[in-house]
């Protein structure tokens, strides 16, 4: 099966920079999208940034300047550069991928990480 494995959480004070990664393994036939949700105590899980297979991306208005989304194709990997971090971008982030998996049939299902802490102290 796909596993997807984060990394990068944690305790930052505000305007701090932090940068998470996302690393899916198993058996993998090709990744048609990485991204970053994220949810905050009380709140609804929200997208923050999306990369498709050929580079484009897309933002959360709130992020929009700050984070920055790229993506490994070769290491499968996933990253999210968050700069000028504000304590409203406290949350649990969570990775997210939509992935062909095989062999045959190659079945497109979406997967999900187990979600990192991050904290921006005032």
């Known amino acids: 099966q796909v596993q997807l494995v984060e990394s990068g959480g944690g305790l930052v004070q505000a305007g701090g920079s932090l940068r998470l990664s996302c690393a899916a393994s198993g058996s993998i036939f090709s990744i048609n999208a990485m991204g970053w949700y994220r949810q905050a105590p009380g709140k609804q899980r929200e997208l923050v940034a999306i990369i498709w297979s050929g580079g484009s991306t897309n933002y959360a208005d709130s992020v929009k300047g700050r984070f920055t989304i790229s993506r490994d194709n070769a290491k499968n990997t996933v990253y999210l550069q968050m700069n000028s971090l504000k304590p409203e971008d406290t949350a649990v982030y969570y990775c997210?991928?939509?992935?062909?998996?095989?062999?045959?049939?190659?079945?497109?299902?979406?997967?999900w990480g187990q979600g990192t802490q991050v904290t921006v102290s005032s």
């Open positions: 997210n991928a939509l992935i062909r998996v095989g062999p045959p049939p190659r079945k497109t299902d979406d997967y």
